[in-house]
């Protein structure tokens, strides 16, 4: 695939929102670079509270560190502050902290840029004396254009909303129907079984019927099953432990990872309440290998919803907030990425 230059400010704003897939809200971006091409892209919330600002730094710091050829970054700011003539920018403080903590790792900062609602600025430029540029400016920009050719959107926030479910009684009836049939297996045949459906579905280009879809959730119900039909969503013949735990020698395939997210939302209508935290943890984590931190802690967050009592969700859910990162995102080869970009 031909890479793509980032020239403009608007070009940069672009590529955040269609890396992320969401307009960020009172938020830190980072960008990390080695010379001039792109490695990984940071969304972190703001800090909330003064006097944080150092160990908000060493937080962020540790996590652009997962980059081990990053020597610069770009970063920008998010937020509905307003700046004032003559004061500092809106979490300078932070600003400060980072570059002196990301300076002791010889990393420096390039630039950065300041987003406010309706206009965006270079962050080191005063207020009232800078030309501020609308952030409409994003929409025209080449790096858009290229993004949106390929099929790719800026939604407005990172909420997740999940399609609409009917007939719950019915659809909990028909799973619960498959899973009885599975407790009659062994459970090297069930699992066998169960490999071979998934495989089927992950190796064709149409959505399954709604039996399929059915027989799939009953399975996710065992939990034997489902670390196993987790583990081959990459497509990666490695020990399983090592797959769900991203730590693989090999490159995840991604397209097959993204079909699998699809194929779990279109199962996930086909199910009920009752039955929804398996499907639900399962797109929580494949978000979690993605790099997608928050976006993951919110379907883990409605997994829980469903079944407070389920624990994949709460380990997975505790693994993301200790600040765990996917082992694929700790290596440029193998991380999740959209499109090429210097």
């Avoid at 050829?69 to 920018?89: D, H, M, W």
């Avoid at 080191?124 to 858009?144: K, M, R, W, Y």
């Avoid at 009953?218 to 939990?223: I, P, R």
Wanted: charged letters at 20%; a negative charge.
């Amino acid at each position: 695939m031909e890479k793509l230059t980032i020239k403009t400010p608007p070009d940069v704003l672009s590529f955040i929102g269609h890396t992320l897939g969401f307009w960020p809200k009172e938020s830190l971006v980072c960008i990390t670079l080695n010379n001039n091409s792109i490695g990984a892209t940071l969304r972190i919330d703001l800090p909330r509270q003064p006097g944080q600002e150092l160990p908000y730094a060493r937080t962020v710091a540790h996590y652009l560190m997962s980059d081990t050829t990053a020597t610069s970054l770009l970063f920008a700011v998010y937020t509905s502050e307003p700046c004032q003539p003559g004061q500092p920018k809106p979490h300078a403080g932070t600003i400060a902290a980072l570059t002196g903590v990301l300076a002791e790792q010889g990393i420096t900062i390039r630039d950065g840029l300041f987003v406010g609602d309706d206009t965006f600025s270079p962050y080191d430029g005063e207020p009232g004396t800078t030309l501020a540029l609308p952030v409409s400016d994003t929409q025209t920009s080449a790096i858009n254009a290229e993004f949106i050719y390929r099929g790719s959107a800026v939604q407005p926030t990172n909420r997740v909303i999940l399609p609409i479910t009917r007939e719950a009684l019915a659809k909990a009836a028909a799973v619960e129907h498959h899973m009885d049939t599975i407790r009659t297996l062994p459970t090297g045949t069930a699992t066998q079984r169960a490999r071979e459906l998934w495989a089927n579905m992950l190796d064709t280009t149409s959505y399954p019927t709604d039996d399929d879809c059915h027989a799939l959730v009953a399975n996710l119900q065992f939990t034997a099953i489902r670390d196993r039909l987790i583990a081959d969503i990459p497509g990666i013949d490695e020990p399983m432990q090592r797959i769900l735990f991203a730590q693989t020698d090999g490159a995840p395939k991604w397209s097959r990872i993204e079909w699998a997210q699809q194929l779990l939302l279109h199962a996930y209508t086909r199910t009920s309440p009752q039955h929804s935290a398996p499907v639900l943890t399962t797109i929580g984590y494949i978000n979690w290998w993605e790099g997608r931190g928050s976006k993951a802690h919110q379907f883990l967050q409605l997994a829980l919803d469903s079944d407070p009592a389920y624990r994949l969700a709460r380990l997975s859910d505790q693994m993301i907030g200790s600040g765990l990162v996917a082992g694929w995102n700790m290596n440029k080869t193998t991380a999740y990425k959209a499109l090429p970009f210097d």
